[in-house]
């Protein structure tokens, strides 16, 4: 029976029932230690009448064991992992130990953990109980709350019991009893209790009912009636370790002992019998632990009474007695299945340095690795480090350590390891590897220019014993350039690496690309766009071919920027399926940041909100927070452009924060969408503000220019006031920079074209170039930039009072802006063709514009053949969740079919 929790219970029966109605949810409860979690979480299990239930209690023991919860909580559904995605199977039974180890992106276990959890439910809605959720190992509560923020209509209860309340989800704060029920408490455990001594009772314990019923278990029936005045004072106050105290120090020294090998292993009775021999204890001393009720021995397994009473017998016990302690379970733990829990225990029994154990434990952290339990495996290195002698390991498992708590998503830890990190000690590819992992970090953190050195020496190490690792590694040294806007050394990079004769076709082109865009940033278009017209030629550059996903995003990137956005596409649409397929999230957000620029600018900006709402789910529920950041930024920038305002403006103020958060000082992203916001909503001044705070015209010549929006937008604001350009474009009207970029740039050709047309006064040489830009435009799959052409060529028509070309000029304008779902500049345009005194005005295309970002991702996925399971995989949703997401879209479009749906998106895309 539970007192005083009335309005909890309440609370978890309604959760309960909407599982049962198929609606999922979580429910966190909060407290200190013996506050009630646990027998809340017992009372909801009791409840869960025709659900399925799962409930898991983590044992402290167990948190330097990865995956051990995950373990534990899946097993009844062990066999259904062979019916997830291939990627996603493997990665889950090497992480249960069911099958190899096999490396990569840590998510892939997280992704399986969803699968198998919604499709166990599929056959019955089901409860998870997770109590002592503080105490269960990082790799697996990272699995847990990564598929509990992705749950929806599956009807998956799940309640996790914690002293530290994760964000995002419903949390009740357990307190102390009141009187009234304390009183029913202590009277339940040891009789009755007068009013007054309850009062005083929860005076000093905070009603906690843990500290209840052990203070009252410490008063006679005199106390507890008031006849006796109670003892001042008292022997326990709240629940902390101490209040197990006086319990412990009646137990005997050998019986003590026992209990801390329990408490410091799995608590299984053999492993503590053994160890307890290693220490010379007799048999009794483990068979007779239970007799004190601190522990109770069922199943061959002993059971604390309390988390707290474990953590007290620890707490007493000397640093000289744990070592002791851990040493004998080290000896006892001889079978090779106990590997890792020997080599754990070895490395905490041990002060000072010891080559030996600093070999075992690194050779544990690298099974960790390849287990993807980072987490684990970075805290191992490091502690190899501290036990190693040699001076190589040393420097080895310090890269190692930062490397694998990058991997883990623990980006502060990492930097601190870096700093730390030396490749003093480290030879050949070892120091070339180190040199890269460090740039790496370096790089995210925002160190570009130490990560370009970093880069760089690692790409010179390899040089001449890996060619192809060499160009790998030297063009993430230029990445790491472009970061730090340093365009000079990124063109020299580029350039080394394209003629370092690597037998990949697309490393090269790739190079060529980067080269290219280097160049032209410096203001040589003539050699830019030679090179960067040799890219686009390579054919396995566009395909991908030989593209780490790393490399493939960036080369989509700069084909983006270069005004390639369909060729960027080829890149990207099957990179983003395959990371899918792959469950790769750490690489995912990013590629599919890029995916939603290439889709603006090719003015398919339903996907772009898609993708750029995905990127920003997927940053936040992985815990990355430059994706997190650069998702919530990029969101801004696609609802500027769909004409969001305050959509636009809540994005670019949370990435703002983010980035605060992030300790990031560019706001380049933020300050291009509020640019493109202001424009389309015709605050020209305050745009303006914005483009000087993105620094483009100061960074950039006039032919990398050409392809970015906002600098067409700034030369019509200035054409239009009768105002000088700014230099950079005022630059681009030479005319030997048409000769230059003709032929290997023609985004920037269909820019300078617009450009020049903006500027002219000679109405019939506008007439041309405008036509230029559009045809230029629409070759290179630019239609934003095309169909705001038409929209500046009739507004010119129009004020030249030409109001029969303006009219065609404008309609085919707000016909194209309209279907793209750029609401605000539609909206231009038909005020300008309804100043011409146009007739029958076009009506509004009837748009996806009410879908939420997971509809529109649904919608994206089953028009374009996907069925909902297939979907469902490649969202990490479950299957009834795209369901529900599929009735809305038909409903709120007004469709009937998934054949409607496909006609419906492939016309918007035309």
Known sequence: MLWGRKA??????????DARRLRSGVLVLCGEPGVGKTALVDHAVAAATGLQVRQIRAPETERELPFAGLSALLRPWESGIDR????????????????????????????????????????QPMLLALDDFHRMDDASAEAVLFAARRLDREGIAVIIGTRVAPPQWETLEL?????????????????????????????????????????????DAEHLAGTAALPLPLPVGRATTALFAPRLSAVGAERRTALLLAALTDTDVDTVTDAARELGLPAEAVTDLDDDGLVTIEARRIVFAH?????????????????????????????????????????????????????????????MRDKRAYQVASQSYERAAELAADRGRYARCRFQAAAAAWFAGQFHRAHD??????????????????????????????????????????????RTTAVEVAVQRQLDAVLAAYVGNDFDAAAELAVAAAGWGSANRAMTGLARLLAGVSVLARGDPLRGARLIGEAVGTEE????????????????????????????????????????????????????????????????????????????????????????YRGMAVLAYVQANRGEEADCRHSAAEARRLGEQLGTTSARYI??????????????????????????????????????????????????????LPHALAAALERTLAEDIASGLPGQAAGLARLRALTTPDGDEAEELFERAVTGYTQVGLRLEAAR???????????????????????????????????????????????????????????????????????????????????AAALFLSTKTVEMHLTHVYRKLGLRSRTELARRFADEHD
Not at 321 to 342: C, F, K, M, N, Y
């Open 671 to 724: 300050d291009e969408a509020l640019a493109a916001l202001e424009f389309a909503l015709g605050h020209t001044a305050t745009a303006l503000r914005h483009v000087a705070d993105v620094g483009y015209f100061g960074m950039c010549s006039s032919a990398l220019l050409l392809t970015w929006p906002g600098a067409m937008d700034v030369a019509e604001a200035h054409a239009r006031g009768g105002h000088r």
């Open 175 to 219: 307190r102390g009893l009141d009187a009234a029920a304390a009183t029913d408490l202590v009277a339940a455990h040891q009789g009755p209790v007068a009013a007054e001594v309850a009062e005083r009772l929860v005076r000093d314990t905070g009603g906690n009912p843990l500290a209840l019923i052990e203070l009252a278990r410490l008063l």
């Open 84 to 123: 997830l995605p291939p990627v996603q199977a493997a990665a889950l039974r090497g992480a249960l130990a069911l099958g190899p180890a096999v490396g990569g992106d840590r998510f892939a276990v997280a992704a399986a953990t969803l699968g198998l959890l919604t499709a166990a439910a599929e056959r």
């Open 417 to 462: 390891l870096v700093a730390e990190a030396t490749v003093d000690g480290l030879d050949g590819d070892w120091a070339a590897e180190a040199q890269y992992v460090l740039g790496g970090i370096e790089l995210f953190l925002g160190h570009p220019r130490r990560a370009l050195r970093r880069l760089a020496d690692s790409a010179a190490r390899y």
């Open 307 to 367: 988390p707290l009473v474990r953590s007290a017998v620890v707490e007493v016990a000397t640093p000289a007695q744990q070592r002791a302690a851990h040493r004998a379970l080290a000896r006892a733990l001889t079978g090779p299945e106990h590997t890792d829990r020997r080599a754990w225990h070895l490395s905490a029994s041990v002060v000072g340095r010891d080559e030996e154990v600093a070999a075992e434990l690194e050779r544990m952290a690298d099974r």
């Open 541 to 628: 550059l566009l395909r991908g071919q030989g593209l780490g996903g790393q490399h493939a995003v960036h080369a989509a990137h700069e084909l983006v920027r270069a005004g390639y956005p369909m060729a960027a596409k080829r890149i990207l649409d099957p990179l983003v399926e395959g990371l899918r397929a792959d469950a790769e999230l750490g690489m995912l957000p990013y590629a599919l940041h890029i995916a939603a620029v290439a889709e603006v600018r090719s003015g398919q900006l339903s996907a772009a909100y898609a993708a750029a709402s995905e990127s920003t789910r997927l940053g936040r529920e992985t815990g990355n927070p430059l994706w997190h």
């Open 789 to 871: 052409t038409q929209l500046s060529w009739g507004q010119r028509l129009r004020r030249q009072g030409r109001l029969s070309a303006a009219r065609a000029r404008l309609r085919a304008a707000h016909t194209g802006l309209d279907a793209m779902g750029a609401r605000l500049w539609a909206g231009r345009a038909l005020a300008e063709l309804r100043a011409t005194g146009a007739k029958h005005l076009p009506p509004a295309a009837q748009q996806a514009q009410a879908l939420t970002p997971q509809e529109m991702q649904v919608a994206l996925a089953v028009s374009s053949g996907a069925t909902n399971r297939e979907a």
């Open 8 to 17: 909890e219970c309440e609370r978890l029966g309604r959760l309960l029932d």
